[in-house]
DNA sequence: TGTACATCAGTGAACGCGCGTTCACTGATGTAC
DNA sequence: TGTACATCAGTGAACGCGCGTTCACTGATGTAC
């Protein structure tokens, strides 16, 4: 499973002016790094680096050190969820059906992206790099699609609670306790997990007093 | 703060017959360096050795390899969350109040507990070695204490659904995400934590259909 | 059209580190006679 | 009451490994004259 040697064929050089193109191919080659082995710890400069047909010191000609080059990781894979979130809710004009369909495809991404959702969301704090700004921007931009459109379903009367902020928290945590759980426990004897998904999205419109336009 | 030399004092052996005292002293190492350093990979075989004042290979008289440690370290923390909620619901009649308060238990101890909380509902899986079964009875058990009072509120006419298992698995998937989220994301800007948690519980149980009996 | 040269995109070798684990051993302690 | 001996609770030294990172370098490529 892991590389001790050479797996991939030297890559060619990049030409003059063209160095970027590396950046990319890190990047992409640590995210296949990273599903393939299932483990972050697996991903290292050198597995990366063999993995591009690369030597290890040319990662830090495009990444400071690891840190900045896992955060680098887990900034495109926020972009990732935000898109399928966005396209989950394209073309919906009914607010709260909008909300719903975006937490399907948030539970939809992460389990179909274990190993990406696992180290966007669970990663450890405190080793954040400087350009965490950025990253922590992108994090929330999925999420403040979400307070707008419960803020529209709250104006359409749909949701008996005021505060689009806090009740927009509330279903992120519900969507992340789902999907997490999921993938942490994947032995554990779950309901049908479609099933668990309906319920508990379910369970949550009734709470919120959800009325349908339709 | 990595102990790099010897930060214990070496530790008088034990008597004739008292080996196992050295085991517990090598669960509460462990438990200690995870508290203190956030961070299970920093609980290595030599630094607990270190910890207890004792060498590394004395960790082997009790413990097959590390990942046998690792789990015998989530076993003893899962054990003081099915304490910490048994002691919640104690002499409380009310079925679903029962529920609740198991429920906010199980976030006050995540939240206090935040290293052992990670490690046991995050742990990956795949590497879990023979006594697994122990392991995944003391999780469950915590569970179907859960599970039995809901059965209970259901009978009592306090909620709506009919299948305890599945209401119960969706309370877990909630509690989950509140702590976890709030564990994973501290720097967030999240609403104050009670009002979070009175908020998703409130919502969560209002879509029960929650009938109290006073 | 030819050549010197700066620059760019990397390489190769090495550093020191902490890790899990194994192996042969030691020395105190209790027990049998 | 004294002594040989088995056992128990560890020790000390070493193994091979993969890791992040640094450093001085190389050689192809484009550009200026």
Redesign the pocket.
Known sequence: M?P?SSTAL?????????????REEILEAAERLLIETGDE??????????AV?????????H?????E?IFAVCEVQFGHLDEAMQKAAAGIDDPWERVARRGRAYIDFGLSNAEQYRIIMSSNPGDTPERFVDERLSQTSAFSHVVEDVQAAIEAGQIRYQDAYLVSTGLWMLVHGITSLLIAKPDFPWPPVDDLVEHALGVYAAGLGVVRDE
Chains 1, 2 share one sequence.
């Open positions: 892991t001790t030297r890559r060619s050089r990049a030409r003059r002016g063209e160095g970027e193109r590396l710890s697996a991903v290292s400069i050198r597995a990366i680096a063999d047909g690369v030597t290890p010191p040319s990662i830090y000609l990444f400071a050190d690891r840190n080059l």
